[in-house]
């Protein structure tokens, strides 16, 4: 059976880089979009003859703020993409959008051209948190922008929410996710959730602030009594929880719909990763593109001008614009599969491991025990972090890569 492959399209623009955001996004540089489109369609039929014919289950146009772009601009990505790749019927497409860039009939120009989920950046609802997060939204703008994606027929709909920021009550916690949860002229919500705990990410200005001491840490007894809460309260609300940070709701016929995308993350799948520093993995080599918008663009307009190119020669890796390149060992790929595949609270299956891995899953098989002994995990028919566990998982992998703490 040939190999399914999913596509991921960066899109850098932003309208104000938040302080604690380390993706790859740039404010102001609106002016760049009509070269960043050109570069990326380019760049799209670049890489379609090193997977043709394999199906592509998933779409994800991430960033950055997707939703600043035009619906024309969007429709040309998806044209090209139908065009090239063999698009499944039914393939999951997701675009993801800030409220305070939202309007219906870009939303509605969004789905024509075949998106057909959205993720939301809400973060909180909390008018203090919003501002110390550098969000442009208010409360009412955001559930103002999740009626109007009901209204232009999206019916798959995640919105993000952020906790363990500094001085963040439980309260506080509680009012943003019950808000958010009942978000909806019939205040069913959202259809999939994603809450995540604030990671300060070095080179940030968060992370400058917190570094200075004008801003303190959350206390991680208040993060773990908000993440066991969180299980709680949204499991009585409908929720299933399929990974540490996401939870989908049971619909009517008992069916959720979990991030198919996503899941091709977590479970180790291929994909192919185009826009401006965008990661891709194509036949065991993870790959990144250049960073930088100018550069990007400038690699793709004119292939004369060389770039960092360790892959040059490389027939498989045809992007002038991808800057460095690793063919993946067993013992690191045996690694990612703990790092995320633990994540997803259906755990992995040890045998299926040690068949695909071989030599290289011996090395991780202490710190897994040690899990083990310490009820971070738990072996019945597959391997899975504990409820405790999902709140303690860095403990859990710090040790699969350094074995020698056990």
Not at 304 to 319: K, N
Not at 346 to 369: F, H, K, N, P, Q
Request: negative net charge; contains cysteine; aromatic residues 8%.
């Amino acid at each position: 059976m040939t190999r399914p492959i999913s596509l991921y399209v960066h899109v850098p623009f932003c309208t104000v880089k938040c302080a604690y955001c380390d993706f790859n996004s740039y404010a102001g540089m609106e002016d760049a979009m009509p070269a960043w489109e050109s570069a990326l369609l380019r760049e799209l039929r670049l890489w379609a003859p090193v997977v043709a014919g394999r199906p592509v289950p998933t779409v994800f146009i991430g960033g950055g703020t997707p939703s600043l772009l035009e619906g024309a601009s969007i429709a040309r990505i998806m044209h090209t993409i139908r065009d090239a790749y063999a698009l499944e019927p039914g393939a999951e497409i997701t675009l993801e959008a800030n409220p305070e860039s939202v309007a219906l009939e870009r939303l509605r120009a969004y789905r024509a051209a075949g998106v057909n989920r959205l993720s939301m950046g809400v973060q909180s609802l909390d008018p203090d948190e919003l501002q110390f997060l550098d969000r442009l939204h208010d409360a009412d703008r955001a559930r103002w922008a999740f009626d109007q994606a009901r209204a232009a027929g999206f019916d798959n709909v995640n919105c993000d929410l952020i906790f363990g920021l500094p001085g963040q009550s439980l309260e506080s916690w509680r009012r943003s996710l019950e808000g958010v949860a009942a978000f909806g002229s019939d205040q069913a919500g959202p259809d999939h959730l994603s809450c995540y705990g604030l990671t300060v990410e070095d080179g940030t200005p968060l992370a400058q602030r917190v570094a200075e001491g004008r801003v303190a840490e959350a206390d991680p007894d208040v993060v773990a009594d908000i993440a066991e809460w969180t299980e709680e309260r949204l499991s009585e609300l409908g929720y299933a929880q399929y990974e540490i940070s996401n939870w989908a709701r049971e619909r009517s016929d008992g069916e959720s719909r979990p991030c198919r995308h996503n899941l091709v993350y977590w479970r180790q799948g291929e994909y192919v990763g185009v826009g401006p520093g965008a990661h891709g993995f194509v036949d065991g080599v993870r790959y990144a593109v250049e960073r930088s918008p100018m550069r990007y663009v400038t690699a793709l307009q004119d292939q004369t001008v060389p770039l960092r190119q360790a892959q040059a020669g490389r027939p498989d890796l045809p992007s002038p614009a991808v800057v460095s390149h690793e063919l993946v060992d067993p013992a690191t790929a045996a690694i990612d599969a703990i790092t995320l595949g633990l994540r997803l609270n259906a755990g992995i299956d040890e045998t299926e491991m040690r068949e695909r891995y071989g030599d290289g899953w011996s090395g991780v098989e202490a710190g897994l025990d040690w899990g083990v002994r310490e009820g971070l995990l738990e072996r019945n028919d597959r391997l899975r972090l504990t409820s405790r566990g999902r709140r303690l998982a860095n403990e859990v992998f710090v040790r699969v890569l350094a074995p020698e703490l056990v």
